[in-house]
């Protein structure tokens, strides 16, 4: 029998000593030490295990290998795709970590499962999903039609969108922005000092330079909307329905609101005919898009991974190679090898 600890999604055994209890309510204390989002998926899967648990007579925690490899065939049959699967046992471990126990992740069975698990589904075809790209050109496009617009929200989603291709933050980076946090150059640009992202948290934080064009659309969305001497009041704020903004210093838009914007964006300027379908999603713009676009343009330009990765704030090579993983495949060496070679 499993009971909730201080109304969190974490639970004991009845037979689990106090001093684990006491290192999982400390730990339940220090949960600001995660991103607010990796303690959302946690707090996910603890649930969905739990009830696993219960509806199979199994012990939710402590886990045993067993009944992990049990699990996360569970998830595999239930339609899960293995990049799931990987973050469902890797947060398990994590959980276990932090209660001082030996994580049931290192055992080879749970190993064999995980690589069980990955083998099948590339066979069988799986692909990692990846945001449609919203590129530069699209952005021109967009930039044309909605450029001295009399209608504010296109001002501010017009303003929006050239800070998230010309910064590639993350949609919730970007919402946290705040007047504040504008300087500017002699010139005039922008420059944008970002507090921390999901890879860089560190009191120096990030600078963003904007370019002079994407700098010229936030100063007009800034002034028109009443935001410039508004130094607390978040960057991008709810537009009202008489034209008016919503100035806003005590939430940032929701996730909803941001992802809207590009769908916006789509309906403006993006393709008659939805893209292909990927992982049941993806046809048309997303809150990545922008920052999937303008990898794959800087790639193109032939910009250096690393110099990429400096301006995604990429921490693995891995992680930016499947965006920009299609670009330019066919100048490869070997293609390069036979084109030179082949009489």
């Not at 296109?154 to 504040?180: C, I, K, M, P, W």
Request: hydrophobic residues 40%.
């Amino acid at each position: 029998m499993t009971k909730p600890i201080q109304n969190q999604s974490f639970f004991l055994s009845s037979t689990a000593g106090d001093a684990m209890r006491t290192t999982l309510e400390e730990f339940v204390e220090d949960k600001d030490a995660f991103s607010p989002n990796t303690w959302r998926q946690l707090l996910s899967v603890m649930r969905i295990c739990y009830r696993w648990a219960e509806e199979h007579g199994r012990t939710f925690f402590p886990i045993s290998p067993a009944d992990l490899r049990d699990y996360l065939s569970w998830l595999q049959s239930s339609g899960r795709s293995s990049s799931t699967i990987a973050s469902h046992a890797a947060l398990i471990s994590m959980l276990h970590r932090n209660a001082g126990l030996v994580s049931p992740g290192t055992s080879p069975l749970v190993f064999r499962t995980l690589k069980k698990i990955n083998r099948s589904a590339v066979v069988s075809g799986e692909r990692t999903g990846q945001a449609v790209p919203f590129r530069l050109s699209d952005l021109s496009r967009l930039d044309a039609r909605w450029a001295g617009s009399d209608r504010l929200q296109q001002v501010r989603d017009l303003a929006f969108l050239h800070l998230a291709y010309n910064t590639l933050l993350r949609v919730s980076e970007l919402a946290r922005l705040r007047v504040g946090d504008i300087s500017r150059t002699e010139d005039g640009r922008i420059i944008l000092d970002v507090a921390w992202t999901k890879t860089i948290v560190q009191t120096g934080g990030l600078i963003k330079a904007l370019s002079s064009h994407s700098s010229q659309r936030l100063t007009e969305w800034l002034m028109i909307s009443g935001l410039a001497a508004e130094t607390d009041a978040y960057l991008f704020c709810p537009v009202h329905r008489s034209n008016s903004a919503r100035i806003n210093s005590a939430r940032p838009l929701t996730l909803p609101a941001l992802e809207n914007i590009f769908l916006q964006a789509w309906r403006e300027v993006g393709p008659a005919t939805p893209a292909k379908k990927n992982k049941g999603r993806y046809q048309g713009w997303s809150g990545h898009s922008a920052r999937v676009g303008a990898a794959q343009d800087m790639a193109r330009q032939g910009y250096s991974v690393p110099q990429i990765m400096q301006e995604g704030t990429w921490k693995k090579p891995e992680t930016l190679m499947r965006y920009i993983r299609n670009v330019d495949a066919h100048k490869g060496a070997m293609v390069d090898f036979m084109e030179n070679g082949f009489n």
